[in-house]
């Protein structure tokens, strides 16, 4: 059965939410799962026994999270050997504007550059703000931003943003010529 590793980073827990549901259809499809959470310490299995990688990581503060950074380099070579997607968490996935969808794709790219890997698919996803998980500053600063990109948040503080049917497919157009 094919294998297909995906590895994630999350702070606030939506992309761990978001590989999870990527698991999920992945197995649903009758293919198997390396599931790995790289903010539980360096992972030692990588892509070698797998036949496709998805990689997942969110933006904070304009960045992506080291723990990913430093996987993807440790294991470049596997990782280039197979096919490949990027799933990349932001808020600014689910701007109204069209310039910062396109800064955030820059900042996707920049972060390839200097990992020296490019995914063979980028995949822009909508995140989520759980104002219960963030600090006053934190709060304030993301709900600023969420403002200034014309993003509506829920009232009650939890607001999801992921189009979870844009996730699956995703996942569909990923898996299918793995399948075939
Ligand atoms: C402190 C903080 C800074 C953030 N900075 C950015 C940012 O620079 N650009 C962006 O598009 N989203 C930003 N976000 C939104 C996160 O990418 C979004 O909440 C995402 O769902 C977080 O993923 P995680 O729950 O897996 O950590 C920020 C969120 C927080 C809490």
Same mark, same amino acid.
Request: with cysteine; hydrophobic share 45%.
């Given at each position: 059965? &094919?294998?297909?590793?995906? #590895?994630?980073?999350? %702070? ?25 959470? !790289?903010? &539980? ?13 998805? !990689?997942?990581? @969110? ?9 990913? @950074? ?8 596997? *990782? ?17 504007? @069209?310039?910062? %969808? ?27 703000? %759980?104002?219960?998980?963030?600090? *006053?500053?934190? %709060? ?12 509506? @948040?829920?009232? +009650?503080?939890?607001?999801?943003? +992921?189009?979870? +049917? ?11 010529? !793995?399948? #075939?």
């Amino acid at each position: 059965m &094919k294998r297909i590793l995906v #590895a994630f980073a999350s %702070r606030e827990g939506q992309t761990e939410k978001i590989a999870h549901h990527i698991a999920r259809r992945i197995e649903d499809k009758g293919l198997a799962t390396r599931l790995i959470d !790289l903010m &539980k310490g360096p992972a030692d299995a990588g892509a070698d026994d797998c036949d496709a990688v998805i !990689l997942a990581g @969110s933006i904070h503060r304009g960045r992506h999270d080291q723990e990913l @950074s430093h996987f993807i380099m440790r294991h470049a070579p596997a *990782l280039r050997k197979v096919p490949s997607a990027f799933v990349c968490v932001s808020l600014s996935a689910a701007s109204m504007h @069209s310039h910062d %969808r396109a800064a955030i794709d820059e900042l996707a790219q920049s972060f390839f550059y200097d990992i020296g890997w490019y995914p063979d698919q980028l995949e822009h996803v909508a995140g989520a703000v %759980r104002d219960k998980q963030l600090n *006053l500053l934190e %709060r304030y600063a993301v709900h600023t931003v969420m403002y200034q990109k014309d993003i509506p @948040s829920d009232p +009650t503080g939890d607001t999801e943003l +992921t189009d979870w +049917t844009a996730v699956d497919a995703f996942v569909d157009g990923f898996v299918a010529p !793995l399948k #075939a």
